[in-house]
T-cell receptor, first 111, second 114 residues
Framework: GDSVTQMEGPVTLSEEAFLTINCTYTATGYPSLFWYVQYPGEGLQLLLKATKADDKGSNKGFEATYRKETTSFHLEKGSVQVSDSAVYFCALPRGYQKVTFGTGTKLQVIP | ETGVTQSPTHLIKTRGQQVTLRCSSQSGHNTVSWYQQALGQGPQFIFQYYREEENGRGNFPPRFSGLQFPNYSSELNVNALELDDSALYLC?????????????FGQGTRLTVV
């Protein structure tokens, strides 16, 4: 079945540092891939998505490229801010809105 | 603001009891999915309702059941609560069932079973 593996946290960075959160997946076919973000005390929000190989999703300065050859979808941001502190989930959606999530990576950005 | 609201926000129940959690979907959405998020884990798919019918289910026992109403709001019922049912329960609504259709999540209900 589908599975998503992402790097364990927590990740602590200084403001303006470069961020990478690794995500790899196992799936049949060529699914779409998502990144969700969960801010403290809130529900999940879709951050970005890619629907086919070599697609790059981007939003709010975050980027992720769908790499079929390495089955990866790593999340990157060039300069993090304190407001980016949250838990980030890599996710693999299937039909009927069944989404397989990774375990989440907590990011803490310190001033 | 996503428009998906869940109630209550927090709940404490005793093992063996039953609980009902509620979700109001975003206006115009006909699909509701429920997820269980244990502490430190990613959300796990419980089931989905589309136009008042169950439309997919994850690996959860039958004591997890649900309903969707004509206004597309939904309930999650859990019978015979166990300690391991303690988790954040998330509801997500969407305008369809396609894999690429964005789901909008509520803030969740934190259930503690003692």
């Amino acid at each position: 079945g589908d599975s998503v593996t992402q790097m364990e946290g927590p990740v602590t960075l200084s403001e303006e540092a470069f961020l990478t959160i690794n995500c790899t997946y196992t799936a049949t076919g060529y699914p779409s891939l998502f990144w969700y973000v969960q801010y403290p005390g809130e529900g999940l929000q879709l951050l970005l998505k890619a629907t086919k190989a070599d697609d790059k999703g981007s939003n709010k300065g975050f980027e992720a490229t769908y790499r079929k050859e390495t089955t990866s979808f790593h999340l990157e941001k060039g300069s993090v801010q304190v407001s980016d502190s949250a838990v980030y989930f890599c996710a693999l959606p299937r039909g009927y809105q069944k989404v397989t999530f990774g375990t989440g990576t907590k990011l803490q950005v310190i001033p | 603001e996503t428009g998906v609201t869940q109630s209550p926000t927090h709940l404490i129940k005793t093992r063996g009891q039953q609980v009902t959690l509620r979700c109001s979907s975003q206006s115009g959405h006909n699909t509701v999915s429920w997820y269980q998020q244990a502490l430190g884990q990613g959300p796990q798919f419980i089931f989905q309702y589309y136009r008042e019918e169950e439309n997919g289910r994850g690996n959860f026992p039958p004591r997890f059941s649900g309903l969707q109403f004509p206004n597309y709001s939904s309930e999650l019922n859990v019978n015979a609560l166990e300690l391991d049912d303690s988790a954040l329960y998330l509801c997500a609504s969407s305008s369809g069932t396609g894999a690429n259709t964005e789901a909008f999540f509520g803030q969740g209900t934190r259930l503690t079973v003692v």
